[in-house]
């Protein structure tokens, strides 16, 4: 029965006891263990003047109710007073536009037009071409081109003079070489093994890619079966796990205050049905553990459960080590691309 | 569409917390006044649908998300103002405190601009926008536990970060004396 608290359940529970996000129980044990333990005391004061001092921090860099000078001029001129003049431009398009269409469809009824007037043979035996001196498309380079002649039998053009050597050479030559490096460099993923430090088991089971490279961010399988990559989503969803575990190892075993707050948080973020679809994704080998977890935190979000219970699932996460191998499955993995 | 009006009053109203809120994250307060700035001009013209009712935090979310991409786009050391004393902070009965908050403002100002960012925006959220962690669960789209744990974590570094030895010899080595910020 766990009426005292340790320094690393004061530790694990810190944010909870300064945001007062605790249970009236587990901060009464949480204060109880302050008040005898110096190091724990210095811990929460640093940790709560260093909340304080980043809301003043932030604080400091603006004029408290004022805005910086030219602010509000800056904006207006790219909204209400820019309005007519982005409708004045968005009506000139439309009129634009307008006069283009009426254009080509004339274009478009004088070519039918002219087609239609050939005589009928002429469209269907072949004869002698019709030709028409007409201007060369874009040439390269006009200087060496006389005349050029459309053959609307052939529908080609006929060129009185010769092309320049470069004039049909592609251009970007020498592209397709700068993309192959583009994907090496975007394939080849650098991988470390997490769990240095614990024991064999739990570092075997703990064979998580901590890079940011090996982390698909969609979740996908990798094709490496010594090292799966684990998407930033499951590592979140296991560090949430993990904390939850951590948080019921620490609670109060004559209450369901503790139960309650982790119910809420694991309700909230459905962390057994995440655990679930997390497991599909994780080697063979991880997936007992996360089933473990899925299990106890489906067990606490649906009850029903007795102080007794309560006590088995915290025997039962104490005895495996669950939350410290759920911590380092995720990989503790934060970066900026997790926001 | 909004009004001129309520324009200038949002902006009012908003624009100077939204710069703290951007430059606590991004570190550049020009910067962040470009993207204040920019957060309004989308306002304006594609407001959320929800209405007034959801300014606040649809400009906040904004604010957030484009800080956070300058901060990746740039990566450039911080440009921010020379603190001005915060009142709250002050205590007339002992005039050598503001001397002493001043040099712990900077020395947190510091230890700040070593964070990386998610353990900077979360911090921010929490300390100086006061959500609840629901609030900062939705708006950084993380689970709660990860709220909590991400939190935990960004306490302990700024402490570590804030007990670190200066680096520039100018800067005072003393001991940082959390105990003065105790609640009473």
Redesign the interface.
């Known amino acids: 029965m766990k009426r005292s608290m340790d320094c690393t359940d004061i530790?694990?529970l810190?944010?909870?006891l300064?945001?007062d996000?605790l249970g009236a129980e587990t901060r009464h044990l949480a204060e109880r263990h302050i008040a005898e333990c110096r190091a724990c005391r210095?811990l929460v004061?640093?940790?709560?003047?260093?909340?304080?001092?980043?809301?003043?921090?932030?604080?400091?860099?603006?004029?408290?109710?004022?805005?910086?000078e030219g602010?509000?001029g800056?904006?207006?001129s790219?909204?209400?007073y820019d309005e007519p003049r982005r409708r004045g431009q968005a009506g000139s398009w439309v009129n634009w536009l307008g006069w283009m269409a009426a254009a080509a469809c004339l274009v478009l009824a004088v070519a039918i037009w002219a087609l239609d007037r050939r005589p009928l043979t002429g469209r269907l035996a072949p004869g002698p071409a019709p030709v028409a001196k007409a201007p060369p498309p874009a040439a390269p380079n006009p200087g060496m081109i006389q005349t050029a002649v459309y053959n609307t039998t052939g529908r080609s053009w006929t060129f009185d003079g010769e092309l320049p050597p470069d004039a049909l050479a592609l251009p970007g030559a020498g592209e397709a070489d700068s993309h192959a490096a583009i994907e090496d460099d975007a394939g080849s993923t650098a991988t470390r093994l997490a769990g240095a430090g614990r024991n064999a088991a739990d570092s075997a089971a703990a064979m998580i890619p901590l890079e940011s490279g090996a982390v698909t961010e969609d979740g996908a399988r990798s094709d490496s079966p010594a090292a799966p990559p684990i998407s930033r989503r499951d590592a979140?969803?296991l560090?949430?796990?993990?904390?939850?575990l951590e948080w019921l190892l620490a609670g109060d075993d004559d209450s369901f205050a503790d139960i309650e707050s982790i119910r809420r948080?694991?309700e909230?973020?459905g962390?057994p049905t995440?655990l679930a679809e997390a497991r599909d994704r994780l080697a063979p080998a991880d997936r007992p553990a996360v089933f473990a977890a899925e299990s106890i935190l489906w067990r606490i979000v649906h009850g029903p459960l007795s102080l007794d219970d309560v006590r088995d699932l915290r025997r039962t996460v104490s005895e495996s080590d669950l939350a410290a191998k759920l911590e380092v499955m995720s990989g503790r993995r934060?970066?900026?691309g997790?926001? | 569409m909004i009004s001129?009006a309520s324009?200038?009053d949002w902006?009012?109203k908003l624009?100077?917390?939204l710069?703290?809120?951007s430059?606590?994250i991004c570190r550049d307060?020009h910067q962040?006044?470009e993207i204040?700035?920019e957060a309004?001009?989308k306002l304006?013209?594609n407001p959320p649908d929800a209405g007034e009712i959801a300014y606040t935090s649809w400009l906040r979310r904004v604010v957030t998300?484009s800080s956070?991409n300058a901060?990746?786009r740039t990566r450039r050391p911080g440009a921010?103002?020379e603190?001005?004393p915060?009142p709250?902070?002050r205590a007339p009965d002992r005039p050598e405190h503001e001397v002493d908050?001043q040099e712990?403002?900077q020395r947190?100002?510091a230890a700040?601009d070593r964070l990386?960012?998610?353990?900077r925006?979360i911090?921010?959220l929490?300390?100086?926008e006061?959500l609840s962690?629901?609030e900062i669960?939705e708006h950084?789209n993380?689970?709660?536990?990860?709220v909590?744990?991400?939190?935990?974590?960004a306490?302990?570094a700024?402490?570590d970060e804030?007990k670190r030895e200066p680096e520039r010899a100018e800067e005072a080595p003393r001991v940082f004396r959390?105990?003065?910020?105790?609640?009473a």
């Open positions: 530790k694990v810190l944010s909870g300064i945001d996000e210095v004061d640093e940790a709560e003047a260093a909340h304080q001092l980043v809301a003043s921090e932030a604080q400091a860099t603006v004029e408290p109710g004022r805005l910086p602010f509000v800056s904006v207006l790219r909204t209400v979140e969803t560090d949430a796990a993990a904390l939850l948080v694991a909230y973020d962390l995440r934060e970066s900026a997790a926001l | 001129e324009l200038r902006m009012d624009g100077p917390r710069i703290a809120l430059a606590g307060r962040a006044e204040v700035q309004f001009v304006w013209r998300n956070i901060l990746q921010l103002p603190f001005s915060d709250a902070m908050v712990d403002l947190v100002r700040m990386d960012a998610p353990k925006t911090l921010i929490r300390a100086f006061q962690y629901e669960a950084l993380i689970p709660l536990g990860t909590m744990s991400r939190l935990n974590r306490r302990a700024l402490v804030m959390f105990e003065r910020y105790k609640p």
